[in-house]
């Protein structure tokens, strides 16, 4: 089997063997076997290789090229799906790599609640993909980088899932608290209106219990108090609203995430990721926070909307 060199720097990827067996070995990191049917993540910056054997040289694989090996005689690899060069007989191991570029605060944060190797054994719930990836790699079909783009994305989901929630697992009290019938609803909450002018009372109010007992629950399992836990989170989204909305002014994104006044965001802003929001745009540069809070962007959520600027009146002189 030849041996792909997988170094997707700044990324993180997941793979899938859909049959056959090797060795992944990330850098730095001792190696693991993977077996048909296990899945493993790789956070990134740092590349990994995977071999049929420990030892084995491996062969990197240009980014959108195919890549020929001399010792097997033309075996390739290719950043693709469907290739009928590569060998298909007995023994031959097949290997599904996706990589997701870490581009946002909200997906790094997610990130760091998780290990450089993260590896889930077959039998779970990311088998249910196995049939569907086979079937959809085998083929050559329109529309086939699609289905895979979204199929990757169910197995990572299921992998991540079943790593936070296995016997002995200390999954981050985001995740836990996310269960709870009380505080669970206060975060939906939190995610989906966080330009909100929430207060303890207003979100106890939404979810239908006491001020003081959303209070005890929210800090007991999310390990912060809700209006800090909202000021982290709006403070997250403005990271990504700053890198990604190059054009909104500052005031603009300050009232996308909650505040009427420019200044008194900014100074949240600054406490909360160590750099002006005009710093951090200029630099992408930030103070690393501690782990408890806002690290995930619910599925299905964006990133808030900012109004856009109202029309120029045009007096006809």
Same mark, same amino acid.
């Given at each position: 089997m030849g041996s792909p060199d997988a170094r997707e720097i700044s990324s993180t990827a997941s793979a899938k063997v859909l049959g056959g067996a090797g060795w992944i070995v990330p850098e730095h990191r001792p190696p693991e076997q993977l077996r048909a049917g296990e899945t493993v993540i790789v956070r990134g910056p740092a590349p990994f290789t995977f071999v049929d054997e420990v030892g084995t040289r491996a062969e990197p694989i240009a980014c959108g090229e195919h890549c020929a090996t001399p010792e097997q005689g033309g075996t390739r690899h290719r950043r693709g799906w469907n290739d009928s060069c590569g060998d298909s007989g007995d023994g031959a191991t097949t290997l599904i790599v996706g990589a997701y570029p870490v581009r946002g605060e909200i997906s790094r944060r997610l990130l760091d609640a998780l290990p450089v190797v993260l590896r889930v054994a077959s039998g779970g719930g990311a088998d249910a993909v196995l049939d569907h990836l086979a079937a959809e790699v085998a083929a050559d079909t329109p529309g086939q980088q699609v289905v895979l783009d979204r199929l990757l994305d169910w197995m990572l989901v299921c992998a991540v899932r079943e790593y936070f929630d296995r016997p002995g697992g200390e999954p981050p009290a985001w995740y836990a608290a996310q269960r709870d019938p009380v505080v669970g609803d206060a975060l939906r909450l939190l995610h989906a209106e966080p330009a909100a002018p929430w207060t303890v009372s207003s979100l106890a109010d939404r979810t239908g219990v006491s001020?003081? #007992?959303?209070?005890? !629950?929210?800090?007991?399992?999310?390990?912060?108090?809700?209006? #800090?836990?909202?000021? !982290?989170?709006?403070?997250?989204l403005a990271a990504d609203l700053l890198t990604e909305r190059e054009v909104a002014t500052v005031a603009e994104i300050a009232h996308a995430v909650g505040y009427s006044d420019a200044f008194a965001f900014s100074a949240a802003f600054k406490r909360i990721r160590g750099v002006s929001p005009s710093a951090f745009r200029r630099t992408g540069t930030v103070v690393p926070e501690r782990p408890t809070g806002p690290p995930l962007r619910p599925p299905g959520t964006v990133l808030p909307a900012i109004p856009a600027p109202p029309p120029v009146a045009r007096v006809r002189s």
């Open positions: 001020r003081s #007992t959303l209070a005890k !629950r929210f800090a007991d399992l999310v390990g912060e108090p809700p209006l #800090t836990y909202l000021t !982290r989170w709006r403070m997250t």
